[in-house]
């Protein structure tokens, strides 16, 4: 199952939303459209930009002549999937990380003064964008998500080899960092369609619960997955001594052996006993735990959109809230 069965009912509206995003990383400095293409283009699920397409032609947008001429939902699809890609560019630079959907990282490839420099191109370039909308309060959704992201990658950073960090700690960090802008996207949608304010919030709500479940996932895969499926280096959290969900069911639940062997791991940032750490976390079921708490998220995705209307966009948003915790990449 892929994200990518959900989005045909969506595929002129992507197709737009890649011809804005290559408009608009264009630029003078040879160096900058180089990097931004490069990261762009190297894959990904895109679902930020899918839900604020969804959200948006669930409640209506595009139904009037002036909302088809104006494309704003395609514009600020762009401009979530910049404001995306510059997290990424950030946070690879932050966690020294190599790899990235089965490529060279920007920062490996291009080092890390250039690339973190293309971020704040990135950023800087939305909201050239976004204000083209003149819609204050998708400004305001927009700068208040994009603060509350810098304060999440603080928030993960100061836990980093902290082996006492618990969930309550870790799942604040996932809904600063990852699904604020999950969150954002969703609203934005729907502010774009003319949503009620419950309908808004219901939107916003999907939004936040689906990027939870996802991260949630994320983490679980970090224990679980190949390094060629997922496109990343097997045990990159622990190396950077982040204390990731499974581990901190071992620190809550394990043997006092498990314990100390988790506890050293965070500490140090080592892999070298990656082996007895997945020996921990498969005794304690950390990963069946991890994702039953995913489930839980994904479903109350779905209860959020107990107020849309029927529609063929409704129901992919009901495929992406199952996606999101079955999925192995």
Known sequence: MKPYDAYPIISEDLAEVDRVIKERLDSPVALIRTIATYIISAGGKRLRPVLLTLFARALGYGQTEQQRAQGHHWLMAAVVEFIHTATLLHDDIVDESTLRRGAPTANAQFGNAASVLVGDFLYSRSFQMMVEVEQLHILKTLADATNVIAEGEVLQLLNCNDPDVDEA???????????????????????????????????????????????????????SGESETLGKNIGDDLREGKATLPLIRVMEVGS?????????????????HFDLIHQAIQRCDALGYARQLAEQEANRAHAALAQMPPSQYREALVYLSSYSVSRNM
Do not use: C, M, W
């Open 169 to 223: 700690a870790y799942l604040q960090v996932i809904r600063f960092k990852t699904a604020k802008l999950f969150e954002a996207s969703a609203r934005i949608g729907a502010v774009l369609a003319g949503a009620t304010p419950e309908l808004e919030d219901a939107a916003a709500a999907y939004g936040r619960h689906l990027g939870t479940a996802f991260q949630i996932i994320d983490d679980v895969l970090d224990y």
């Open 256 to 272: 006092p052996e498990d314990r100390e062997i988790v506890r050293q791991a965070i500490l140090n940032g080592e892999t070298e």
